[in-house]
């Protein structure tokens, strides 16, 4: 449990050092939508091979891993609805704006994107003894661009960089106690609860992925993103097989 905490804690990390990016410098936009198209591709071949492909493996059969796959898809897509009315509807947005969503819109935004891969960090140890490191990659890579657009807003609309900071490690904290949370509660758990959980991860991050990160990189990049989304996914691909 402690070491999947400290992965998920390390995972959510580029929280923070996305917003020490943006007090930096100005954040240039192609270069952030290459960095959200990569990120996209590692995050697809994550979903294909540890969260759905490892399911069907845990379960032994389909049923449980499809009921989550579409259970998790169903609840970003209406979290993401609660949450964009909040204040935060374009919460990986890169081009900086001055926000007023308040720091609750914002923690939830952020909560909504990141506790499911967390949990499923924990998960992953759980199920295999090791931490997937793709997995790690892809989530610790899809932060920064929420991270940044985040943070150009919050520090254009007054607030200080402390505060930022403060903001950024508490949901970075959150992240790990929830990749320790999923290791600990499915500790013993059925074949299928598990495999409900992965797949569940897995479509709320699929959704994710075509509703904001992909179209937002395409808008910045232009088709150059293709590549760096066919990188991502060849990269993490890349890791898992010398993993085996």
Known sequence: MVEAFWWGLFAASSLVLGALYVRARAPHPRTLGLVMGFGSGVLISAVSFELVEEAVSVAGGIGSTALGFFVGALTFFFGDLAVSRMGVKNRKAIRPEPT????????????LDGIPESAVLGLTLLQTGSIGASLVVAVFVSNLPESIAASNGLLQSGWSTKSVLLLWSGIAI?????????????????????????AFAGGAILTMLSTSMMPEGYEHAGRSVGLATTLGFAVAYAINWLAD
């Open 174 to 198: 959150v992240s790990g106690f929830a990749a320790g949370l999923g290791y600990a509660m499915l500790d013993g758990a059925s074949a299928d609860a598990n495999a409900f959980v992965l």
């Open 100 to 111: 007023e969503a308040s720091p609750l819109a914002i923690v939830l935004g952020a909560t």
